[in-house]
């Protein structure tokens, strides 16, 4: 109805919601989208849910729809908020990030997936907070997927923000020639990466001389560094130069979860056409920062993650 595409007034569609953006924060605004507030739901009811929204972002979409009435980017699951996620970009672009931190140390996180379907390639850079990431699609049937995943690829293709390589897989040494180039340019320590498909390619990553240390997919490995990703959004403290692809990641992705551990994937019901690649990648090298690079300042994140301790963290 709303697109026009069905006429029929016997339906008079009311919404009720809080104009204000980050209205949900002000319980003089509640009753915008609660009419009864006060009666049902009662104002500690709600309360309750606001300070749920601010501490556990895996919820807050869910809280926000259905208790506020905001309409949600991404969906109800999606697990960064993606209003916090856009602000985390402050004006710096990615191509001018690249310049500015040449020879800075960096940690990178390589998520190779299907040789048909995408590749990435983060680099976190914890001096500053900032994400850098590179992704990789063949290039045969591109206009095709950017109709079935309702993406733009073709167009982020021609940017130059996908390196679509020839043929049906992804070309491989592109990739390694890639992150070679990388640490010609930044003090890049060491690469973490999930096994799965990647043997030959970090083989002959150490073969250059490039330490490349394998992290587990599950809660065990993942979770620590995505409540820390997570913690950055929260705090509008990540810059990620506005990265479309990366944008379009985030606008959707889950969280899996067991007990308190989280750690990123896509929404089941259009996991074949929602990519997480570039967020899993960032988490990677986050992971393998908080193992090695932290314990030399012997931050309080990483004595939580050598300790298992991330269970009651949140951001």
């Not at 209003?83 to 001018?96: A, F, P, T």
């Not at 690079?293 to 004595?303: E, F, P």
Request: a negative charge; one cysteine or more.
């Amino acid at each position: 109805m709303l697109d026009g595409a069905v006429d029929d007034d016997q339906y008079f569609p009311l919404v009720f919601e809080i104009d204000d953006e980050d209205g949900w924060k002000d319980p003089e605004q509640w009753i915008q989208a609660n009419p009864g507030v006060g009666i049902s739901p009662k104002r500690d009811y709600l309360a309750a849910i606001v300070r749920e929204c601010e501490n556990r972002p895996s919820k807050r979409a869910d809280n926000l729809r259905y208790q506020l009435n905001y309409w949600i980017i991404g969906g109800a699951s999606t697990w960064l908020p993606y209003d916090r996620w856009k602000r985390c970009h402050r004006g710096v672009g990615d191509l001018e990030l690249r310049q500015q931190l040449l020879g800075e140390e960096c940690y990178g996180g390589l998520d190779l997936a299907a040789v048909s379907d995408f590749a990435a390639f983060a680099l976190f850079f914890p001096g500053r907070n900032v994400l850098l990431v590179w992704h990789w699609t063949p290039g045969d049937g591109l206009d095709e997927r950017s109709k079935k995943d309702r993406a733009p690829l073709d167009r982020w293709a021609k940017a130059g923000w996908i390196d679509a390589t020839p043929g049906r897989t992804v070309d491989f040494d592109k990739v390694r020639e890639t992150i070679l180039e990388q640490r010609r340019l930044y003090r890049l320590v060491e690469v973490g990466f999930d096994e799965w498909n990647a043997l030959q390619i970090t083989g002959q990553l150490r073969d250059a001389g490039l330490p490349c240390e394998k992290v587990g997919r599950g809660s065990a490995g993942m979770s620590g560094p995505s409540q820390y990703l997570e913690k950055l959004v929260l705090e509008e403290a990540l810059e990620h130069g506005d990265n479309p692809v990366l944008n379009w990641q985030a606008s959707h992705c889950e969280v899996k979860r067991d007990g308190d551990d989280i750690r990123p994937h896509k929404p089941q019901k259009e996991s074949a056409r929602r990519k997480v690649d570039g967020l899993v990648a960032s988490v990677m090298a986050m992971a393998r920062w908080l193992k090695t690079g932290a314990d030399r300042k012997d931050s309080v994140y990483n004595r939580r993650h050598r300790e298992g301790k991330w269970r009651s963290v949140v951001i």
